[in-house]
T-cell receptor
Framework: GAVVSQHPSWVICKSGTSVKIECRSL??????MFWYRQFPKQSLMLMAT?????????EQGVEKDKFLINHASLTLSTLTVTSAHPEDSSFYIC????????????FGPGTRLTVL | AQSVTQPDIHITVSEGASLELRCNYS??????LFWYVQSPGQGLQLLLK??????LVQGIKGFEAEFKRSQSSFNLRKPSVHWSDAAEYFC????????????FGAGTILRVKS
């Protein structure tokens, strides 16, 4: 099956710093990538959808200036949490899907962000 | 608006017993249906999916699910649960009408007692 990787798997940072999370599709071209956020004991909430070469589309309530998403190639999307604060601590999961029709999303292993 | 309901937050079953996890959806389009499993601190693993055709779908690890359009349900079943099945299970629904986005249920935590 299709493989999606995320890096780093976990990160601890100080409040006010920025953190970049990478999402890569290793064996297929991902036309679309999705970024989710998961708080402890809660479900996945979609943050944004990114298409290669286009600006990301953010879900209602998600601050686009805080969560910068770049989908520069068909295999890489990045999420940058700018000026992180403790309330941004969460589990961030990306997924990637290919072209045409309804495409199954393949999920990365997630990144645990802790902001001190 | 589209929604997915997993009525059971926690379920506890004995090892070897059968399992059924419920999922109901509300969708204004032809749905694509998924079940995922997540172990603590891990990403999502796809158990099975329904796109079309036979409404009874087989997945990995001995799981199966049945799509019932009349009941707007997609319940997950396993005839005999193993201790390693303890995890959280998410039902998800998508449609091309909604830009291929997935809507997830709240999840059901499965505990297996020996």
């Amino acid at each position: 099956g299709a493989v999606v990787s995320q890096h780093p798997s976990w990160v601890i940072c100080k409040s006010g710093t920025s953190v970049k999370i990478e999402c890569r599709s290793l064996d297929f071209q991902a036309t679309t990538m999705f970024w989710y956020r998961q708080f402890p004991k809660q479900s996945l909430m979609l943050m944004a959808t990114s298409n290669e070469g286009s600006k990301a589309t953010y879900e209602q309530g998600v601050e686009k200036d805080k969560f910068l998403i770049n989908h520069a190639s068909l295999t890489l999307s990045t999420l940058t949490v700018t000026s992180a604060h403790p309330e941004d601590s969460s589990f961030y999961i990306c997924s990637a899907s290919g072209t045409s029709g309804f495409n199954e999303q393949f999920f990365g292993p997630g990144t645990r962000l802790t902001v001190l | 608006a589209q929604s997915v309901t997993q009525p059971d937050i926690h379920i506890t079953v004995s090892e070897g017993a059968s399992l059924e996890l419920r999922c109901n959806y509300s969708y204004g389009a032809t749905p694509y249906l998924f079940w995922y499993v997540q172990s603590p601190g891990q990403g999502l693993q796809l158990l099975l999916k329904y796109f079309s055709g036979d409404t009874l779908v087989q997945g990995i690890k001995g799981f199966e699910a049945e799509f019932k359009r009349s009941q707007s349900s997609f319940n997950l079943r396993k005839p005999s649960v193993h201790w390693s099945d303890a995890a959280e299970y998410f039902c998800a629904v998508g449609a091309t009408t909604y830009g291929n986005k997935l809507v997830f249920g709240a999840g059901t935590i499965l505990r297996v007692k020996s």
